[in-house]
């Protein structure tokens, strides 16, 4: 029963829009593009996990959320320690005054490793933190604001807030954290070399399999009376809380669950990248992360992946050839997608693109699902 | 800590960061001054308010180029002609900029905050290809160089007085503006019921076009006096944004008295800080304070008793 | 408090809310019997509105208590009063647009209420029962599959006391139900709250003294945060205060 079901999903057009990008990250790109080029793109599907969560709290449930890079940064943060304790080991800082530690540690004349770092010694006990750190701060945040009723600008500007305090913290502990320069110098995960092309792509492939985990949670949540609820509440909040509801608890959810996304996009960041610093976690990167969800479509999931996708290559083009023309550019985008696209390139999708299908052979019109679809449910 | 200083110098250090305090209050009062209105008032989001303040740097620099090489002789006087250039060229850009873009979104805040960030991007790069990447510094005329000894260990800096005198008298002439005037009266409608204000014969797209434009230049003149203190870059405009929101949200986002109030605390708070803590950490203590707060009185701290 | 209140499902007593020193309701007692049809009307301002929000815990009262089948409302959050079993509806029509008739209903369905409970809830055979007849209920059995932004205003409160009775409240609470509504709307309503009362308590505001006049088992006028009379509709109809503050000569 279940098999067919989905089976039918499969052979919906939402589902064929989900196997059409399966195919394009596990297929195509690893054909076309070398270790290098499969690497970038690794690199911009990490923000791909902001945005999914962004997707969720933002398009669905009108919590705009511009400090998401915390969380992107806190998951990076915990990768990033774990490996560089590993590549801290006494063999290789053997030159140190105090062997065993991060170099910059040594540089800053700690003679011991602070106490918050000894859990990272543990792959265990980094999985877990990658999510749960993020998960742990998202909590405290959401239920001091949402149990009191904050919601709209005025949260969005304290989660900024919160951002250039974390950045400020990071750049300022410079003992503990790396400071401006972050946690460099990463090498091996376990003993296996992560630097290799042959590591990179592997890399690569875990994090296109970690990114469709999330997807189909993400779809899951928004497909489930939560996600209806969630839609509710943006349009209706009060009528929801008279409906019995405790409007708080289920910000709250989307809330923690987009910051466990971007814990794990950082995380995978650190990993194919290779370091992590404070310029992912503050103002800046966190609204990037909001502009590659707009631009995507910010209801549609699918539409995130793409527009996290297309922004990076264009920033990756542009600062390369015409580094002026970038600020520009993404100025004119942020403008762009409020006041002329607002569903993005989702949307425009749905509105040319669409009617355009039934063009295509009847396999592709077969509408699987049992349950009526919603106007605003979003698959491409 | 404290137990190294003795008494009279713990009053004057106290005394002398008071001033300094004092300074950053000046700064942040124009710029929250400015935002208040905008945000407060309207409940517009300007992320590009920063930029519009470095708009005016950038005007008064010219200005001070201007007359430092056509006018030397009357460069006692540049000051007072660039801070009302600086008004004029931000309320311009501020009103073209409404009737562009910010007046299509007015039942849109989250999208407004992100289209005026956009704004903030396009601003800050034409800075910089305009002026150049480096920051730039305006020279001080004469009579605001120098300090006033008020006792043997603290000496008060001239132009630190004078932009504080200003943001003084700005604050009043806002006040008198939005409680005592027509003008003021005819904002105070269009916001708390439009319909019946149109329909009492108020053309609310103007009334919204020159308060946009009024906090716009009232962040230029704060540029202006900024350029007092320190130099002036392209991104000189983010170091405070943060700051100046959280001043405004802090002080409870539709008084002024509340404005100015908040402002003046955390600038106190922050610079008290600054000398008995790193500057970072002064700063991200000052910043965790407020946030703490407002979530435990998202209201704002200073904010009147609304009916619910 | 008195022993009598046991028998009353609503027990509201010296219900006092001031925004800052104006007493929108002003030391305010009323007193429901179960499967009552309670109307209340009185002059825009008198505070009727706000009754019901003090009561759905949309305001906080600054005195007085309110006794829901014995259990203090004051204290509660909005959430917990209607899962307690009351249900408000609003003056304007607050549906979700966005959804259809359907979906506006199931979201209204007394489960799944937790975020546990909303993310493994699944649309069994119960739900689109239950679903299915509160529509037939509200006269909206045909359009289950319309987005509600297209319903008609008399559609869209119909639906939204759909939203209401799926609850399965004890007492429900309806602010101008047939407001905007035109004559035969009307009517259908009237029917639709004759159904309804059969099973459940009801207190109304309304204006339309035709419409009062049809439904109302009891009235209560109120003027300037205070009842002013109460009684039958005749009884009220007839009070010389009511007449020279409301209904006119």
Known sequence: MKANRFFDWLMSREGIYYVLLAFLLVVIFPLALDAFRLNMIGKYLTYAFAALGLVLC????????????IFFGLGGYCMAMFLKLEASSPENTAIQSTPGIPDFMDWNQLTALPWFWEPFHSFSFTLIAVVAVPALLALI??????????????FAIITQAIAAILTILIIGQQGFTGGVNGITDLRTLMGWDIRTDEAKTLLYFVCVGMLFLCLIIGAWVMRSKLGRILLAMRD????????????????????????????????????????????????????????????????????????????????????????????????????AVVLAFPDGLAGLYRRYVMPLESKLPALLRRNGGNAPTLPVEETK | MFADYTMTELTSIFAMQGFAGLSLFSIFVLMALGLAIIFGQMGVINMAHG?????????????????????????????????FLAFVVTFALGALVEWLMIRHLYHRPLDTLLATWGLSLILQQTYRSVFGAREVGVSLPDWMMGSIAVTDLVEIPINGIFVMVLALLIAFAVYLLMYRSGWGRKVRAVVQNRPMA????????????????????????????????????????????????????????????GTIASAFTISQAQSTMEFFLSGSMAKVLTLLVVVGILMLRPQGLFAMKVRR | MSPSNNDFILAVEGLTVSFDG???????????????????????????????????????ATEGSIKFRGKELTRMSEHNIVRSGVGRKFQNPSIYEDLTVFENLEVSYPAGRSVIG????????????????????????????????LLSHGQKQWLEIGMLLIQKPDLLMLDEPVAGMS??????????????????????IEHDMQFVGDIADRVTVMHQGQVLSEGSIDHVKQDPKVIEVYLGH
């Open chain 3, 118 to 149: 909303a993310l493994a809830f699944k649309r069994d055979a119960e739900v689109i029962e239950a679903v299915e007849e509160v529509a037939k209920t509200i006269f909206l059995s045909d359009m289950l599959h319309q987005e509600a932004a």
């Open chain 1, 236 to 335: 209706q909040e009060d009528r929801v809380r008279f409906s019995g509801y405790d409007v708080a608890s289920f910000k709250i959810f989307v809330f923690c669950l987009a910051a466990m996304f971007a814990g794990i996009g950082g995380a995978m960041f650190t990993l194919q990248v290779g370091f992590m610093s404070p310029s992912f976690v503050g103002i800046v990167p966190s609204i990037e992360m909001v502009i590659l969800c707009a631009v995507g479509g910010r209801n549609s999931l699918l539409g995130a992946i793409y527009g996290a996708l297309i922004v990076n290559a264009a920033k990756t083009f542009f600062s390369e050839s015409f580094p002026e023309l970038w600020l520009y550019g993404l100025g004119v985008l942020f403008i």
């Open chain 3, 22 to 60: 104006f007493k929108a309701v002003n030391d305010l007692s009323l007193y429901l019997e179960p499967k009552e049809i309670r109307v209340i009307i009185g002059p825009n301002g008198a505070g009727k509105t706000t009754v019901l929000d003090l009561i759905c815990g949309k305001t906080r």
């Open chain 2, 51 to 83: 930029e519009f303040m470095i708009l005016g740097a950038y005007t008064t620099y010219l200005t001070a180029q201007v007359f430092e090489s056509l006018m030397p002789g009357l460069y006692g006087g540049y000051f007072f002609v660039a801070m």
């Open chain 1, 58 to 69: 933002w398009g669905r449930s009108g919590i705009l959320s511009l400090g998401q890079g």
């Open chain 1, 141 to 154: 945040i959401a239920v001091a604001m949402f149990k009191r009723r904050v919601g709209g600008v005025y």
């Open chain 2, 198 to 257: 149109e329909a009492v014969g108020i053309d609310s797209g103007r009334v919204d076009r020159v308060t946009f434009a009024l906090g716009c230049g009232i962040a230029g003149v704060a540029g202006s006096a900024f350029t007092m203190i320190g130099s002036t870059g392209p991104t000189s405009g983010q170091l405070y944004i943060v700051d100046t929101f959280l001043v405004v949200v802090f002080g409870g986002a539709q008084s002024l008295l």
């Open chain 3, 183 to 204: 004559v035969a709307e009307r009517k259908k309503t009237a029917e639709l709250l004759r159904v309804i009362t059969e099973n459940h308590t009801v207190l109304v």
